[in-house]
Structures are given as structure tokens and as C-alpha cells.
């Protein structure tokens, strides 16, 4: 069994079991606290060896350094943790990408590992990969039932805990935390998104399969089912995803906003004209709060506020992101208007990167 508990890249090195079964392994997986306290599958050599070969990669290439512990994820510490989520030896290029992306400076993993604010390590998927793997990116796409789905979030978690440390309470100080942290993955709905994929709007071609990663809160549900035209749909987007408990309005270096747009709701936002920089241009103006709201809210007078919060004026209705192109969007899900948002935490922003 391959050990990856360590920093530094230390090398894999094998534990002997007391015995075979299952049992043994699992118990002996959670003393050593590597696992999340669901099952594992056991990391047999055999078992990584399958992974590190369908990556087409060196084992001992390193991927990321991952904070807090500032450990090296090797191909071979990736593919132990790939194994113990469950995943399939063809899922482990994604698997990589994620990894990648989310060692990337601009996630910020040194300040989303340890933070006490409830956010996790969202994974997307988009391209061509996203059916080779049969991933879920219609209905119940963020729950359960989709193998790919939920091994390559647990995986990168995996690699988040036993390569970074961040266990609950030591190098993971959530006050709550998230379900997300035991996997957050879902691919986008390409098919039916009238504006081109969330990897497309960051530059990549359709037919490249990329995966990006940033923190996100749980999706908070947005219930729209009656507007007939993009305004009423965005207008009532707006107002919910306008939250003066989230992070978004409240830091110096303004983080993203996750908008997961349904079908339905792209639908009729895209029928009444708008395209994409329309959309977000829309949700920039209206996705708005006022500064008499944050003078009175949970964060005033904690740190040094964004320029735009220096006026006096109570009624002056400030913006949640720093600009338009802040809003992450999306479209995700299955028949039904049901969309849903996320907060980041702040000084965080996504990566993307291509899967090799």
C-alpha cells in the first residue's frame, strides 16, 4: 500500500496489513488519517501502478505544491489518492488537471485550506472528456449517482487533505465547513449553453477538454419560474445572488461569483437578446447592494473596504464583483427553471488549465 502522508515529496513506501481483508485496510487507513471517513478502495501498488500508467506520465513528476503542508502531489501521490476516491485509471488526466489548477496562485490555496469560512474546491469540467467519462452535466449534476463525477472532486480533496494537510480542526479551521469538501465536481451543460461554455469565455477552443477550479460555497438555489422575458429572469437572479452575508461584497481584492444557469433560465435570458457580456453586464448593474446595508452588515470596520464603499452616501448602491467578467457563468442542470449561485471567499479567484 502506497503511503502519501508527508510533505516534501516524501517517497511512497509500502505499510504491511495485518491481514487481507478489507476491514483491515480501511480501519488501518482511517488510523493513519488518510481517508475522509467515507470507504476507500486500498492502494495496492498494482492498483496505483495502473493509475500512474494511464496518466502517460513520470510517477515522480510533480504536479503542485499543495498548502498548508506545502506538500509535492507526484504523479504517484495523485494516482494513490485517485485510487483510494474511487476513481477509474481513465479518470486520472482530469484528475491531474485538477490538481494542477488548483495549486495555481490565484486559488490560493494557503488561504482557502485554513480559513474559517465554509468554502471548497470546485471542479469543472468541460470539452469532449466530459462524455468520454459519461460525467453528469444534466440533472442532479451536483449530487449523487455519477461515479466520475464524485471521484474526481473526492480525489482532488484527497490530495487536498494528505498532500496539504488540511484536516478538520489542524490544517482545515472551517468553523462549519462544507459538504463540498467531501467531493465538489460537475461538468457543464455545453450542449445547451447559447453563449459557449464558462472554458470557451477564458479563451480555449470546444474541442479542448479543460478544467477549472476555485473556491464556492454550497449552490444556493435561485427559484424563478415565471418570467417571460431576460429581464424579469435576471432581475430575480440578481436580488438573491445580492447577499450581504456572503464574502463577495466585503474584501479589497473582490473574488468571483459562481452563476449556475439552468437550461430553461439561458433559454429565455438568450431568446430576449442577450449574449454573454450582455448577461453579465446586467447582473454587474442590478446585483447590487447598498452602502447603508453594509454599514449595518456582519463585516463593517474589519479591514480596509473596497474604494468604491469610501462615499457617505447610505443609498449608493455598490457593486458585488469588481467587474462584470467576475461572474463565473454557466449553464448546468436538467429540465426545470431552478438555478442556483456561489459565493468564493475572498482574495481567491479560479484556474484553468488544459488536460494533457
Not at 30 to 40: K, Q
Not at 61 to 87: D, K, L, S, W, Y
Not at 332 to 356: D, F, H, I, K, Y
Request: glycine content about 10%; proline content about 9%; hydrophobic content about 40%.
Amino acid at each position: 500500500m502506497s503511503d502519501t502522508q508527508g510533505a516534501q515529496t516524501p517517497a511512497p513506501h509500502l505499510v504491511e496489513l495485518p491481514d487481507d481483508s478489507y476491514e483491515s485496510t480501511w480501519e488501518m487507513i482511517e488510523e493513519r488519517l488518510w481517508g475522509d471517513g467515507l470507504p476507500v478502495v486500498p492502494p495496492t501498488p498494482d492498483r496505483v501502478k495502473r493509475f500512474v500508467e494511464a496518466s502517460g506520465r513520470d510517477p515522480h513528476e510533480v504536479i503542485g505544491v499543495v498548502p498548508v503542508r506545502r506538500g509535492n502531489a507526484t504523479v504517484e501521490v495523485i494516482a494513490a489518492n485517485a485510487v483510494m476516491a474511487g476513481c477509474r485509471p481513465q479518470y486520472m488526466r482530469v484528475v491531474i488537471a485538477a490538481v494542477k489548477a488548483a495549486t495555481m496562485p490565484q486559488v490560493n490555496l494557503a488561504a482557502l485550506q485554513p480559513t474559517t469560512h465554509p468554502a471548497a474546491a470546485l471542479v469543472v469540467v468541460n470539452g469532449p472528456i466530459r462524455h468520454e467519462l459519461k460525467m453528469n452535466c444534466s440533472s442532479g449534476a451536483f449530487g449523487p449517482g455519477n461515479r466520475a463525477n464524485a471521484t474526481i472532486g473526492r480525489a482532488l480533496r484527497l490530495v487536498m487533505l494528505n498532500v496539504g494537510g488540511a484536516r478538520p480542526g489542524v490544517g482545515d479551521h472551517a468553523t462549519q465547513g462544507t459538504p463540498g469538501k467531501y467531493t465538489y465536481c460537475i461538468a457543464e451543460n455545453e450542449e445547451q449553453n447559447p453563449w459557449g461554455s464558462l472554458a470557451q469565455a477564458r479563451g480555449f477552443d470546444a474541442q479542448q477538454n479543460v478544467v477549472t477550479v476555485g473556491p464556492a460555497e454550497a449552490p444556493h438555489n435561485i427559484n424563478e419560474h415565471v418570467g417571460e422575458t431576460a429581464p424579469y429572469v435576471l432581475e430575480n437572479i440578481s436580488a438573491t445572488i445580492a447577499n450581504i452575508g456572503a464574502n463577495n461584497p466585503h474584501t479589497m481584492i473582490t473574488p468571483e461569483v459562481w452563476l449556475f444557469i439552468c437550461p430553461e433560465h439561458a433559454q429565455v435570458i438568450s431568446s430576449g437578446g442577450f449574449d454573454r457580456k450582455d448577461t453579465l453586464r446586467f447582473l454587474y448593474e442590478h446585483a447590487r447592494i447598498t452602502l447603508g446595508a453594509h454599514m449595518r452588515g456582519p463585516m463593517w470596520g474589519m479591514h480596509d473596504w473596497p474604494i468604491w464603499m469610501q462615499g457617505t452616501n447610505p443609498n449608493a448602491q455598490l457593486p458585488i464583483v469588481i467587474e462584470p467578467e467576475r461572474f463565473n457563468l454557466l449553464v448546468v442542470g436538467g429540465p426545470g427553471r431552478q438555478s442556483s449561485w456561489a459565493p468564493t471567499n475572498g482574495g481567491c479567484r479560479s484556474a484553468s488549465v488544459l488536460v494533457e
